[in-house]
T-cell receptor, first 114, second 111 residues
């Protein structure tokens, strides 16, 4: 039982390049989300999904796209990377019914944009 | 929109001293959660509080949820070096509204 798996763990991009951060969970949780973590800024929500086929924007969605074709996967796409997107990205999942429950986080993906 | 403020941002303590971090929401919450992130690690769930005035304990950690369900605190008694990390609170509302995280309190423990 792997929980939440993020790939890659580390990535270096040049400005303007595109890439996808992968997130997969084997907990059968409906809710999945992406956060970015920057020094002194805490965890800021980028996008989230309450089930397959449903996505919504969080606090800082600009420059990022997501899709949710299956319960298990929730990839985060950067179409044209910018240095301001240098950050640590965390994927998290949880149950989506009623009161928001415990979130399970992946180990993170550290992205550097040059 | 909903905001969750957390203070202090940093706290340095001598091993054995107590530590408290405070969390305040601009709106009434349905629940509050606390997470711990070790240096270089990912956030790990500690506890969830849902009732007004609720107090829960986990060994040396005591969590409180305010009567108005707008504030919370985490108190660690007699800190140890294993307590080092960043502690986040996260406020939740009913339904599928995402949790809103505070910016965290980074705890350093000097042996």
């Amino acid at each position: 039982n792997a929980g939440v798996t993020q790939t890659p763990k580390f990535q270096v991009l040049k400005t303007g390049q595109s890439m996808t951060l992968q997130c997969a969970q084997d907990m059968n949780h409906e809710y999945m989300s992406w956060y970015r973590q920057d020094p002194g800024m805490g965890l800021r929500l980028i996008h989230y999904s309450v089930g397959a086929g449903i996505t919504d924007q969080g606090e800082v969605p600009n420059g990022y796209n997501v899709s949710r074709s299956t319960t298990e996967d929730f990839p985060l796409r950067l179409l044209s990377a910018a240095p301001s997107q240098t950050s640590v990205y965390f994927c998290a999942c949880g149950r989506a019914s009623g009161v928001p429950g415990e979130l399970f986080f992946g180990e993170g993906s550290r992205l550097t944009v040059l | 929109g909903q905001q969750v403020m957390q203070i202090p941002q940093y706290q340095h303590v001598q091993e054995g001293e107590d530590f408290t971090t405070y969390c305040n929401s601009s709106t009434t919450l349905s629940n509050i959660q606390w997470y711990k992130q070790r240096p270089g690690g990912h956030p790990v769930f500690l506890i969830q509080l849902v009732k007004s005035g609720e107090v829960k304990k986990q060994k040396r950690l005591t969590f409180q949820f305010g009567e108005a369900k707008k504030n919370s605190s985490l108190h660690i008694t007699a800190t140890q070096t294993t307590d080092v990390g960043t502690y986040f609170c996260a406020g939740g509302k009913s339904g599928n509204t995402p949790l809103v995280f505070g910016k965290g309190t980074r705890l350093s423990v000097i042996a």
